[in-house]
């Protein structure tokens, strides 16, 4: 569940050209290669405030073309453990995505539209009125100005990362939708400043006693630094997701086990642990 980056404008680095002792006339500067990598290793793979991984650690790695146009495709996959935890199958995630993104007013607006995958292979079966294929589809929009970036996400799939809706569990969760608002401010000497808030809504989700409802807000607060070879960013997150949640369960939407899924058949039995709750998060990003 990659969080795109939203770059601020679309453009093209170039290298300085080289002159002899004498004068000449300066050769075309190269334009910087449209394709890019990268490789990253993060404490706590989270997606919108919640742990991807049951609180351990992922590796990541992508790779994104980006055309001078304007136009980029791009994919992403990351380790995971909670559709393995849910469905009894599936550790990997893999997003693929494509857009448009430039920018306007002098560089200092920007805007991003897509539509991005999020994948689980070899994940298990569904379990009928529990869940349902965790594999989810959205459209999103972006607007920027300078350091600050509001983004709207839009779930088309007939289901929203497995979430089944209604009081009988047969509802479709299309529809569901985030809308988050992030700072990125360029502190100085390869410091950034970041700040995040989002709310996920989940569609015809029916709260009951037994669980509380899926949708809330979270929020994060970081920095990053740029160390040369790398990036590292550290931050804490969390978010107002409500109930409880012990080992052996809880009314927590959140409250995912990892223990006794059986694909097809039953969830989790045991191994519980509220996957929302506050964290502090460190990470390590390689782009090249």
């Keep these: 569940m990659r969080k795109l980056v939203l770059s601020a404008a679309?453009?093209?680095?170039?290298?300085?050209?080289?002159?002899?002792?004498?004068?000449?006339?300066?050769?075309?500067?190269?334009?910087?290669?449209?394709?890019s990598f990268n490789v990253g290793v993060t404490s706590d793979y989270l997606f919108r405030g919640i742990s991807q991984t049951h609180g351990r650690p992922a590796i990541q790695a992508g790779i994104d073309y980006l055309h001078s146009s304007g136009f980029y495709i791009g994919a992403w996959?990351?380790?995971?453990?909670?559709?393995?935890?849910?469905?009894?199958?599936?550790?990997?995630?893999?997003?693929?995505?494509?857009?448009?993104?430039?920018?306007?007013?002098?560089g200092d607006w920007n805007y991003d539209v897509g539509y991005i995958t999020y994948n689980y292979p070899g994940k298990g079966s569904e379990v009928p009125t529990l869940n349902a294929n965790p594999n989810t589809q959205e459209l999103y929009a972006a607007l920027g100005y300078k350091f600050l970036t509001a983004?709207?996400?839009?779930?088309?799939?007939?289901?929203?990362?497995?979430?089944?809706g209604g009081a009988t569990g047969t509802e479709k969760t299309r529809g569901s939708d985030y809308l988050e608002l992030n700072a990125n401010y360029d502190a100085g000497g390869g410091w950034t400043l970041i700040g995040h808030i989002g709310?996920?809504?989940?569609?015809?989700?029916?709260?009951?006693a037994a669980i509380n409802d899926a949708s809330y807000t979270d929020w994060k607060l970081g920095v990053?630094?740029?160390?040369g070879f790398g990036t590292i960013t550290a931050a804490y997150s969390d978010t107002d997701s409500k109930g409880t949640c012990t080992s052996g369960g809880g009314t927590n939407a959140y409250c995912w086990g990892n223990i006794g899924a059986m694909s097809g058949v039953s969830l989790p039995t045991a191994g519980f642990k509220d996957v929302s709750k506050g964290k502090f998060v460190l990470s390590f990003l390689k782009t090249f």
């Design 10 to 35: 679309v453009a093209a680095a170039f290298v300085s050209s080289a002159y002899a002792q004498t004068p000449a006339p300066a050769a075309p500067a190269a334009p910087a290669s449209p394709l």
């Design 224 to 227: 990053s630094k740029d160390v």
């Design 151 to 164: 983004k709207y996400s839009y779930a088309t799939s007939s289901h929203f990362i497995g979430w089944v």
């Design 77 to 106: 996959a990351s380790s995971i453990t909670w559709v393995k935890d849910a469905y009894g199958k599936g550790s990997v995630e893999i997003d693929v995505y494509g857009g448009y993104k430039n920018s306007f007013g002098g």
């Design 199 to 208: 709310h996920q809504k989940v569609k015809r989700f029916f709260a009951t």
